[in-house]
């Protein structure tokens, strides 16, 4: 009933929002009411005894919450979208390990999406877990009907694997098949110049080449046979079979049917998905008249409150877990975006925050904007001076990513994280034979000689190009001075080792570019033991989203009102009533801003990149 009311509430807020705008005043008793029955007492869910943990492989997962702007449409919407935090995944699988009503995990691979979007440094954490689920003594299940290689990977943890009789299994090694478009651009008429630092610094060769350039197919290559082979050990680690023989299916066969995949192991039985609930009715002392065995999704169960934690865990010291997840670019930047003037606002707040003892930056980008990453990179080094900064790395760490890794205390990432990209590059784009056959022109006045370098109307001068390459040099010789000082590395043998180069997680920590394998609980807990901690802390997550209740009546509205240049309407605000309708006004721009976001920005003809 609790859950009607919400849905009912969340679907009459639209309309009532969008008749404020008429009805005035005489809606603000109605809008708190609508709110008083969605805040309505929830007693949560329930976890039945002898339960199995039901894991959909299909559910989207990534490092952050979704972003206040998201979670307020889909409470317009009504919608409840299928997705965690990787820490509220690797939380759960940890709480049902010592939850006695939880008696195993059931891996549902029927549906395809989530693990396929996962990078396999963020799966080996999950594996990990469910890894230490299993040594508990507890049981995990897999199912499939169509299993890639991600998500095999994962369900090769369980205990039992069983696949539908029409279902397959990839099994085909690895592969990276880049587009290029030289070709292209040159039929068209459009210029490109490349400038850059980095022998290996690949990101620009789809746009002047028609081919991998040799070191760029050498770093590839020996990236894809670290991935792959950790594939081969992992998982023939699991099912108790030889890498080498992983190596020769991969080789011969490629895709395998059901029968063919237990003959070789790599499956445990062959059954229907009525067949696999009756099996967890068993294990769960269902009974066969049931519809279904005794579960809780994972979702649910992140809700359950943990009772093994220690009541010191709600302590005043803190962690501070700053996600850092997308592309790194100039600003504030947007949803899905590393904003290097809002990430240093966000650790320059922590630097004085005197609760916070410790950070540990999660870092997932390629990279991108030079000068965010150094702005970023700037607090950070402050920030470590005063407390311990540790990194985890995820899927992906490099260029920008690792220009923020490199002041920290210790850098953690998994053998399969993919880091380093110590390179700098500059795209310079011109259309003057796009114009010209189309019998356009133009013609410039200038003041001084360099004036129009950055047109678009021509390709660069000789001179105007060896600027440029001034200036990315400039950057990667501070690129390879900071990696130096915060590595502790002489300077010739990072100079050996950048070149734009992308490594392993396990290469990186050969050369030096990482201190220490593991994950983001393997980094929370160095944190507390760099702050001298004990197990008096607990976590707290940045960057922090706001409550749909705060934006609507509380400071982060003034800010936002400001931003977008509302126009002010001349309402008194000594009548609490019309002080309210204010801030709705208020709301109503935030509305309109995520009905028309603008999800394109325009770059100048030469940005600095380090991707």
């Known amino acids: 009933m609790n859950n009607f009311l919400k849905q009912t509430a969340a679907s009459l807020l639209g309309t009532v929002l969008g008749l404020i705008v ?36 299909s559910m989207t997962i990534t490092d952050r919450e979704p972003s206040s702007g998201e979670v307020f449409q889909n409470t317009l919407s009504g919608v409840k979208p299928e997705r965690m935090t990787l820490r509220s995944v690797l939380d759960s699988i940890a709480k049902a390990k010592s939850d006695q009503r939880i008696v195993g995990i059931y891996l549902d691979a029927t549906r395809t999406g989530g693990a396929s979007n996962l990078g396999f440094a963020s799966l080996k954490e999950i594996r990990k877990a469910l890894e230490d689920f299993r040594a508990s003594g507890k049981k995990v299940i897999a199912y499939g009907m169509e299993w890639g290689e991600k998500e095999y990977y994962l369900s090769s943890a369980a205990d039992t694997i069983a696949l539908n009789p029409f279902g397959a299994m990839e099994m085909n090694g690895f592969s990276s098949q880049p587009v290029f478009l030289a070709g292209a651009l040159q039929k068209y008429g459009i210029g490109v110049q490349i400038v850059r630092v980095g022998k290996f610094k690949g990101a620009v060769e789809p746009l002047v080449l028609n081919k991998l350039s040799p070191e760029n197919r050498e770093q590839t290559q020996k990236l894809l046979n670290d991935i792959w082979g950790e594939w081969r050990a992992t998982v023939g680690n699991s ?52 519809k279904n ?33 997308g592309e790194i670019v100039d600003g504030k930047g947007e949803e899905g975006q590393i904003g290097g003037d809002h990430f240093a606002a966000i650790f320059n707040k922590i630097r ?22 150094e702005v970023m990179q700037r607090e950070i080094k402050l920030t470590r001076q005063v407390k311990p900064v540790i990194v985890s790395m995820g899927d992906v760490a490099a260029s920008g ?52 370098s950055q047109t678009v109307a021509r390709p660069k001068s000789p001179e105007e190009l060896a600027i440029y390459q001034r200036s990315v040099n400039r950057i990667y010789n501070i690129f390879l001075s900071k990696v130096a000082q915060g590595r502790k590395l002489p300077a010739q043998k990072v100079a050996e080792i950048a070149q734009g180069r992308v490594w ?44 749909f209740g705060e934006r609507l ?38 509305m309109q801003n995520m009905n028309d976001p603008q999800g394109v920005y325009a770059r100048l003809p030469f940005n600095l990149i380090i991707e």
């Open 239 to 290: 099912r108790k079979i030889n890498p080498q023989k992983l190596q020769a299916i991969a080789d011969t066969q490629a895709i395998l049917e059901a029968n063919t995949a237990k003959s070789n192991g790599l499956i445990d039985q062959i059954a229907y998905s009525d067949q696999i609930v009756t099996d967890l009715k068993k294990l769960t002392n269902s009974k066969e008249s049931d």
């Open 401 to 452: 990513g690792y220009w923020i890794a490199s002041d920290s205390n210790r850098i953690f990432a998994e053998p399969n994280t993919i880091t380093g990209s110590i390179g700098v590059f500059g795209i310079l784009i011109n259309g003057q034979k796009l114009a010209n056959d189309n019998g356009i022109t133009w013609d410039a006045v200038k003041t001084a000689r360099y004036a129009d």
């Open 352 to 373: 004085q925050d005197k609760d916070i003892k410790a950070v540990v930056l999660r870092i997932n980008s390629p990279g991108g904007s030079a000068i965010a990453s």
């Open 22 to 57: 008429f009805s005035g005043i005489s809606t603000v008793g109605l809008l708190f009411l609508l709110f008083a029955v969605a805040g309505s007492k929830d007693t949560g869910p329930i976890v039945k005894d002898k339960s199995v943990l039901v894991f959909d492989l």
């Open 504 to 547: 392993s997680g396990v290469a990186a920590k050969q050369i030096g570019l990482v201190d220490e394998i593991g994950g983001l609980n393997a980094a929370v807990e160095y944190a507390a033991k760099e702050a001298k901690l004990g197990k008096n802390w607990q976590l707290q997550e940045y960057p922090k989203e706001s409550t």
């Open 293 to 325: 065995f005794k579960h809780i999704d994972l979702m649910e169960y992140a809700q359950v409150p943990d009772k093994s934690l220690p009541v010191e865990r709600q302590a005043k010291n803190k962690i501070a877990v700053v996600y850092a997840e």
């Open 553 to 590: 009546f509380g400071q982060t509205v003034e800010d936002i009102s400001t931003t977008f240049g509302l126009q002010k309407v001349n309402i008194q605000p000594s009548n609490p009533l019309n002080a309210e309708l204010q801030k709705i006004q208020k709301e109503l721009a935030i």
